[in-house]
């Protein structure tokens, strides 16, 4: 699996370990898990938009 980076801040940082802890998950898995529920609304919006 390819590995990125970036850089984000401390209040997004804050509530990425929250909702990690929420979920019992380590940060990567909840980061991982994030960006793909957010890809998947990206695209219905921009369904929806066009």
């Given amino acids: 699996m390819p590995s990125i980076s970036a850089r984000i801040p401390d209040e ?3 509530a990425l370990e929250e ?3 929420l979920l019992d998950e380590d940060r ?3 980061i991982r898990e994030a960006l ?3 890809l ?3 695209r219905v919006r921009t369904a929806v938009e066009r």
């Fill in 40 to 42: 998947h609304d990206l």
């Fill in 12 to 14: 997004e940082r804050e």
């Fill in 28 to 30: 990567s898995t909840t």
């Fill in 36 to 38: 793909r529920e957010g």
């Fill in 19 to 21: 909702v990690a802890d």
